[in-house]
């Protein structure tokens, strides 16, 4: 609202200086401008994307649903602003936006923590900050207004859950799961839940989780740290990889390696688990059984940004966290749900 009446000043202004040049008709378009304008910047909310980055197929799925939710003909002018997986750059992006004074602020963090200044900042100039998929771990909560995204820890439990069924159906003793965490990228929220979910499910089990290693959530990490751990260990038989990118690296430097990849772990295979289920290649290799078990997380959360943007438009006041509903999908039988926290997860066999 602000940027718009700055607009309207001066093309005011503009206007009386051409209306100074004598041309009537020239005045005459000059107003008609005006008015154009005057109808779409009153019309349209501004809002401020920051992005992390650009990862995955998991991020630009969800790029892609905030620019096709925040179109103009919705009544929206994005600006969208891409981190490069630097929190500073996120940082630098909020401090544009305030000085551009954008109706909303809508923040996709890196990592959890160090945003207490710079969402000050925003606090001060009175743009609310809406934050979507991961979180931030501000000192105040006030200084959000509302988080939407993905239980990360949940669907780490799930997985787990879903390894210790399926081992269980096979007689695997826990004592011989021997597993290897590639793991997104430190301090971010998918990284702490999925990470959280694993470390807690090996020690109730008694599963032997050798290593926990950070991947980035990238296709070429997960290829290095996968190939660093076949040098480091030579009896891995499960590999939970906190992404499908960084699954298909992973399965790429196993197969290199000349070790095979399935769920017969008692045969000898290396079983890869992972989450996201929207990278084409890794439903394939879900499909193939290459990756047993996929932990859905769905990127697609451009409407509800939408939607939290339009209930705080009327006034009201959405819930502070608002989560969203995720599957777990896997070909392999002997699972048909998993259970966690006495809710029942059914294991989707399509995908
Ligand atoms: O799982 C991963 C991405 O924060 C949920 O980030 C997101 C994660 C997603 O790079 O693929």
Redesign the pocket.
């Known amino acids: 609202m602000k940027s718009f009446l700055k607009k309207i000043s001066v093309l005011l202004l503009t206007a009386t200086l051409l209306g100074g040049c004598g041309s009537g008709n020239f005045a005459g378009a000059a107003e008609d401008f005006i008015e154009e304008n005057e109808e779409q910047a009153d019309d349209l909310i501004t809002v401020g994307f920051s992005q992390l980055g650009a ?5 630009s799925a969800n790029t892609d649903s905030m620019m096709s939710a925040f179109t103009e003909d919705a009544g929206y002018n994005l600006i969208y602003k891409n981190g490069q997986q630097k929190q500073a750059n996120q940082i630098t992006a909020i401090r544009t936006f305030i000085q551009q004074e954008v109706d909303y602020i809508v923040l996709a963090p890196a990592t959890e923590s160090g945003w207490d200044t710079v969402l000050s900042e925003a606090r001060e100039a009175e743009i609310p900050v809406i934050l979507v ?2 979180r931030v771990n501000a000192s105040d909560k006030n200084l959000f207004s509302c988080w939407v ?2 239980d ?1 820890e949940l669907e780490g439990r799930k997985v787990a859950a879903w390894i210790k069924a399926f081992t269980g159906t096979k007689d695997i003793a826990p004592e011989d799961l021997h597993i290897v965490n590639i793991q ?1 990228n430190l301090g ?3 990284q702490i839940g999925r990470t959280r979910g694993l470390a807690n499910a090996a020690r109730e089990n008694g599963w032997d989780l050798m290593a926990e290693v950070s991947g980035d ?1 990238t296709e070429t990490k997960g290829r290095e740290t996968m190939g660093a751990l076949l040098k480091r260990f030579d009896n891995i038989n499960v590999v939970y990889c ?4 960084m699954a298909i690296g992973a399965i790429d430097a196993l197969e290199s390696a000349g070790k095979r990849v399935g769920s017969d772990i008692d045969k000898g295979e290396v079983m890869v688990v992972s ?2 289920g929207v990278n084409q290649k890794a439903l394939e290799y879900a499909g193939e059984g290459k990756i047993s078990c996929i932990a859905e ?1 769905n990127p697609l959360h451009g409407p509800r940004v939408r939607a939290l943007i339009e209930a705080l438009e009327n006034g009201e006041s959405p819930r502070k966290f608002n989560y969203v509903d995720e599957k777990i999908f896997s070909r392999e039988e002997g699972v048909d749900e998993v259970v966690v926290d006495g809710e029942v997860y059914k294991v989707e066999r399509q995908f």
Request: charged share 35%; hydrophobic share 25%; proline share 0%.
């Open positions: 990862e995955s197929d998991w991020r998929d991961r995204g993905s990360f997104g971010s929220s998918a959530f906190e992404n499908d990118n989450f996201d997380c």
